[in-house]
């Protein structure tokens, strides 16, 4: 239920952030455009026919907020671990229910407080999804840095204890609850990427929540741990001491990791579906878990790399881009090990499989683009640009939703007990694919030209007069990209109540969660617990009677296709006591 509840939250903040960025494209794409149409909506924003320059910035904030930390982080992360964890480990529950449900409805505060910002006279938060000072820390720099920009810090503080308190209850669940035979080396990837999330939201989100209270402070208390020397009009503020690139230090701390937190899950969900379609074993698995921990631990030390403009050391820049290149290496060899699962298997187009394979090429092509921003000398070019709006929306934004979606794609039947429809599917997809191509690789070029991220109109520039219709192509892109998930939210829930209904294992998948049954009921399984007896990618495997093999069966029943590996996996080889071996399991 907890699951669900993430879900259907993540889906109403979601279509809230692409409403935003839809109206941002209509004011990008059409600056001198009549939009009295949006008064209804928008209201006193709408001035003139004209929206308000500094509600346009608002949207940008609030996009950006509510799309990295409630869709791909809270969303994303609570969704999948809930529904997946106690399921794949067999475990009857979380560790603490308790928790899990304090840390949802903290969640749902959090974006409850957000929400209500929107609908204040001066308008909601105005200085960036960064929040830097001196814009958030004085509430007389814009309009929307009164009021909305305190709901802001309350908001992220509620968000923030909610993480923590669920990633703390995903790890004890993982390393406590797993059933028997059920050794970390038989985890699926889904939850090893969910795991090692946890971890990483455990030593990063605290940083952040030091520089929100110090924020706070600043605003309303008169300390000065963000400003120095500020002067308003002339006359001088008493505020000394602090710095603002202090709080970009909190900020990125955080913030460079969070893209890992967003895509991690994005990783694990992935590769066991690129496995199950492909009707192969996952090329790599160990490779696989220790570019987690290797990606886990060189995210929290890459956050300089968004500071090369700050006025950074030489030498420290050379140490954080060097760090920023190496975490290519690990990244790498998580696309070789899908491309290498891809390679010659029995593969099933199915949505899911296909919103998987999508998750990969964004993931390559936003990825090739960080090299170009983890240099020093090119990211001073390109900073705030759209070439890095394009970068990040590429390897973050759309490759983690692609993964999220490929996710829902997978288990809405143990979900809701019924299929989606899979033509309405695969709509959405070269929809969505095609779309979002269509928005950021012509940002790329843009970028590069110089066109500056978050600013209102490029009119007033007579160089960029002439990127006007690439401009309108990505607005329409955007347009466009934004019907699709129209249709999807049709599917999703048409298919709630008059889908076709599932079995318990419409993919003929390995896992766990697909030997009970769909929809599970309280306790995941009726009975006893499921007893582990292998990996959780036995598919194809040359002799078997069918080409997949649940985690719930001895070698002793499979003795026609046990392989040497499996004696390294834990069995017997079909010659070797392989009855033995599953007893002593």
């Known amino acids: 239920m907890i699951a669900k509840q993430y879900l259907f939250t993540a889906i109403f903040w979601a279509l809230l952030g692409s409403l935003f960025s839809v109206i941002m494209r209509i004011q990008l794409g059409f600056p001198n455009a009549d939009v009295s149409w949006l008064k209804p909506l928008l209201g006193k924003w709408i001035q003139d026919g004209r929206l308000d320059p500094e509600f346009y910035l608002s949207m940008v904030t609030i996009h950006g907020t509510i799309m990295i930390f409630f869709v791909l982080t809270a969303g994303f992360s609570g969704t999948f671990s809930n529904l997946l964890i106690p399921l794949q480990i067999g475990a009857r529950d979380m560790a603490s229910p308790f928790i899990n449900m304090l840390s949802y409805w903290l969640f749902f505060i959090s974006g409850f407080i957000m929400f209500c910002s929107l609908f204040l006279s001066t308008g909601p938060a105005a200085g960036g999804w960064t929040s830097y000072p001196p814009l958030s820390a004085l509430p007389e720099a814009l309009r929307g840095s009164g009021g909305g920009v305190t709901l802001w810090i309350i908001s992220m503080v509620f968000f923030i204890v909610s993480t923590l308190l669920a990633g703390l209850n995903y790890i004890t669940t993982v390393l406590n609850l797993r059933t028997q035979g059920m050794s970390m080396t038989r985890l699926p990837l889904t939850v090893w990427g969910l795991f090692f999330t946890a971890i990483l939201g455990l030593v990063s989100f605290p940083v952040l929540f030091s520089a929100m209270l110090l924020l706070l402070a600043d605003r309303t208390f008169g300390t000065s741990f963000f400003l120095s020397e500020i002067y308003i009009g002339g006359k001088p503020l008493h505020f000394n001491g602090g710095s603002p690139i202090l709080f970009e230090h909190l900020f990125w701390f955080l913030g460079h990791p969070e893209v890992y937190i967003a895509i991690m899950p994005a990783f694990g969900i992935t590769s066991e579906v690129i496995s199950t379609f492909s009707r192969k074993p996952i090329f790599g698995y160990s490779a696989m878990v220790v570019s987690f921990f290797i990606i886990t631990i060189l995210s929290a030390l890459v956050w300089a790399h968004h500071m090369f403009v700050s006025g950074m050391n030489p030498f420290l820049g050379s140490v954080f881009s060097l760090t920023s290149f190496i975490i290519a290496v690990p990244s790498s060899v998580k696309v070789f090990n899908w491309l290498a699962t891809l390679w010659r298997g029995s593969i099933e187009f199915t949505p899911a499989m296909l919103f998987a394979i999508g998750m990969v090429s964004f993931f390559i092509t936003g990825g090739l683009t960080g090299l170009f921003v983890a240099n020093p000398a090119i990211d001073i070019m390109v900073h705030d640009t759209h070439f890095v ?38 709509l959405h997809f070269w929809i969505t694919f095609a779309g979002i191509y269509l928005i950021f690789f012509p940002m790329h070029y843009v970028g590069m030209a110089g066109f500056p991220r978050r600013y209102y109109s490029f009119t007033i520039f007579e160089s960029f007069s002439k990127y006007y219709d690439l401009n309108i192509l990505i607005s329409v892109a955007a347009f466009a990209t934004f019907g699709g998930q129209l249709i999807f939210i049709f599917n999703f829930i048409h298919s709630m109540y008059r889908g076709r209904a599932a079995g318990k294992n419409p993919w003929k998948s390995n896992t766990l969660e697909w030997t009970t049954e769909s929809v599970p009921g309280h306790g995941n399984w009726k009975g006893p617990l499921p007893i582990v007896h292998r990996w959780p990618y036995d598919y194809s495997k040359p002799g078997a009677k069918e080409d997949y093999i649940s985690q719930t069966v001895p070698y002793s029943e499979t003795m026609d296709s046990n392989t040497p590996e499996d004696q390294q996996r834990g069995g017997k080889s079909n010659i070797v006591e392989g009855e033995k071996k599953d007893e002593d399991i």
């Open 389 to 426: 709006v394009a970068h990040f929306h590429l390897v973050m934004g759309s490759a983690a939703m692609f993964g999220f979606i490929c996710g829902v794609y997978h288990w809405f039947p143990k979900m809701f007990g019924r299929l989606l429809n899979p033509q309405l599917g695969y």
